[in-house]
């Protein structure tokens, strides 16, 4: 097995560095919080009665997180479309926001070629591709980002763009608030814990090797679950799943049972500024989850406040699913069949 602390051997299982762009993620927060502030929006975009965020993957990963964490701050509706089609409420009075780190994602050129015809008001985050050019010919505001901080070249280590970007849109147009300062102190901690989070992905990493990963995490930091499922998948080669606290209290715990020979590691994101009753639900599911027989393993979020704990731990899911990647031999940058299943899919 590798030692992850070789960096050697690292570097022959990852020709792409896909380490140093995960290591560049603060960097990465830091230039589209400044390139989203550049852009100014026109005075029509305002008094939206909903907003329609269209990514795929990695690429999606703004929209889960900041419907988590800002749940109690959006005073409209916020929802992720991960298909070809918006829905049908969709109109003038609805923000669409098109991200894909490309700029080729089918998915979301079809999302933006209707967001026209339903004359929704239109912004979008993107590295270039064909999405950059629909924007620029029709003038929209968005941010159309340089890729300097992901030298791997892989949209799904471009996470801090594509997070941090939806954000600071949202914050720019005025539908969330977000302090310069607190924004500020929540990427100097990233930096400042950067060692004991690749400390704590490493021996997280070594726990859950040759199991199925299941997060579990509550409140503001479910979109964590998902973004961390899905770098499992995609990084580490890794099934995982994820389930939110606290729904699957009321079912997920009776699938624990069978089958009996099951290998599963039950991952729990905790934090110290969960509601008390959901930090005693945790406990609980924990002793619930032992009982049945199954490992279970928890990282706690780190930071002072919720955007703070939301950033750190994303981090950390970025470490985590390149480690795992590392102590299964592959290498974190490829995705075969994600690239089979394109190449087929447009014969």
């Given amino acids: 097995m590798i030692d992850l602390n070789n960096i050697e051997e690292i570097k022959k299982l990852d020709p792409k560095d896909v380490f140093g762009s995960t290591n560049m993620f ?12 550049e852009v100014a929006f026109p005075n029509e975009y305002k008094n939206f009665q909903n907003i329609v965020l269209c990514g795929m993957g990695g690429s999606a990963y703004g929209g889960y997180v900041t ?5 109690d701050q959006l005073s409209i509706p916020l929802i992720s479309v991960n298909d070809y089609r918006l829905p049908k409420f969709v109109n003038e009075q609805t923000l669409v926001i098109l991200s894909s780190y490309s700029g080729s994602t089918e998915e979301v050129l079809s999302c933006a070629n209707e967001a026209v015809e339903k004359q929704a008001k239109i912004t979008a985050i993107t590295s270039g591709g064909a999405l950059r050019q629909f924007l620029q ?16 070249d892989q949209p799904r280590l471009g996470m801090g763009y594509m997070v941090v970007g939806v954000l600071a849109l949202l914050s720019q147009i005025g539908l969330l608030v977000i302090e310069e300062e607190q924004f500020a102190q929540a990427v100097d901690q990233i930096k400042k814990n950067g060692e004991i989070i690749q400390q704590e992905a490493k021996t997280i990493a070594k726990n859950i090797y040759g199991t199925i990963p299941v ?49 599963l590691t039950i991952l729990f994101i905790t934090s110290d500024l969960y509601s008390d009753v959901l930090k005693k639900r945790t406990v609980l599911t924990q002793d619930v989850v032992a ?22 731990t994303l981090s950390f899911g970025g470490y985590l699913s390149l480690f795992l990647a590392l102590l299964y031999g592959q290498d974190p940058s490829v995705i075969p069949w994600v690239d089979y299943f394109k190449e087929q899919l447009a014969k």
Avoid at 26 to 37: E, N, S, T, V
Avoid at 67 to 71: E, G, P, S, W, Y
Avoid at 137 to 152: A, E
Wanted: with cysteine; hydrophobic share 40%; proline share 5%.
């Fill in 67 to 71: 419907i988590a964490l800002f749940k």
């Fill in 291 to 312: 009982k049945n027989g199954v490992a279970w393993v928890a990282y706690k979020a780190k930071g002072e406040n919720q955007l703070t704990q939301v950033l750190t």
């Fill in 26 to 37: 603060a960097d990465q927060c830091l230039q589209i919080w400044k390139d989203a502030h």
């Fill in 137 to 152: 010919s029709r003038n929209l505001p968005s941010i159309i980002f340089s890729t300097v901080y992901n030298p791997s």
């Fill in 215 to 263: 997060i579990f995490s509550a409140e503001f930091l479910q979109g964590n679950a998902h973004v961390l499922r899905n770098q499992c998948n995609e990084t580490a080669k890794s099934f995982a799943a994820f389930s939110p606290l606290s729904e699957l209290n009321h079912h997920l715990m009776e699938g624990l049972k069978n089958p009996p020979n099951k290998k």
